[in-house]
């Protein structure tokens, strides 16, 4: 079996409950369920999550390398949109 | 219960799990594409951890002070008491996969049984063990489905896999003397009463993989009496070169 003939996955692991998806990684696999079974054995070998999403690399929409200044640049004077001016309360957990 | 007869019934088990798992050891960096090599890697380490359990567990019944390494690296070919399934070649990647999925059928059914067992350190090892046998079930049943429903080139290597291994199927449902007794005493696993729930499950993946289940014809055994295919030999001189060599070398 030639590995260029399997789609690329990207893996999103769950570290707790409750918590968001992080990025994993990628990997190659023929079906959902060898994605799966994949991103078990690569992704999760030292307790890193309680779930697994994968999802195939061409169905994820990426903004591109000329989209940055207009998609990114209008933030950067807008200090009032960080949350530091509030404060925060003690019992607020996985911030 | 005769610590002897217990010894002779855990070294088995042990010599199961040691022997699969370096049997799928020497997938590492071999294996069909990355992700399926770190997997096949991954399931030895389980079987390794497995034996190593039991080999522990063996070397506190019998009454010397030999370690499981010991176990492992120092007895001959004749003193290893593994199903024959378990010995068998890697062959190709199809090979492997129905190697694992017989396995794997029967295992799961063992340790279910074995998690009753009113011996608390095997009842232990069942608990910790079947997790891993589910997940290890489930990775080389829906690989028996792909391989059938894959290529005809796949599906005609799954086949003749399945056709060659058969004969040693009959095998792990067998009992000896003291494997019916120790069954007897809620301590092991009567393997006869596994047969019918194996057979199911492994009629269902094969039909579901379009594949056909061979006639039940000769049928070849002798490893839990220490006669052995002639692969187990060649596959210790490897695995017990380093401690033949460098007796108690560590690292």
Redesign the interface.
Known sequence: MSKNKMPLWEVFIQPKTGVQFQHAGSLHASDKEMALQNARDLYTRRQEGTCIWVVKAEHIVSSNSEDREPFFDPADDKVYRYPTFFKVSKKAKGL | MDKDDLFKYVLALGDDALILGQRLSEWAYKA?????D??LS?ISLDMFGRANLYLEYATSLNGCDTTADDLAFKRNEREFTNHLLCEQPNGNFADTMVRQFFLDVFNKLFLEKLIESNNSQLSAIAQKSIKETT?HF??SS?WII?LGFGTPESHTKVQSAINNLWLFTEELFEMNKNDIQIADQNIGVDCRELKPAWNNTVNNILAEATLNRPEDGHMITGGRQGIHTEHLGHMLSDMQYLQRAYPDAKW
């Not at chain 2, 069909?32 to 399926?36: A, G, T, V, Y």
């Open positions: 069909p594409f990355l992700e399926e770190i997997a991954n997940y489930r990775h829906k792909r």
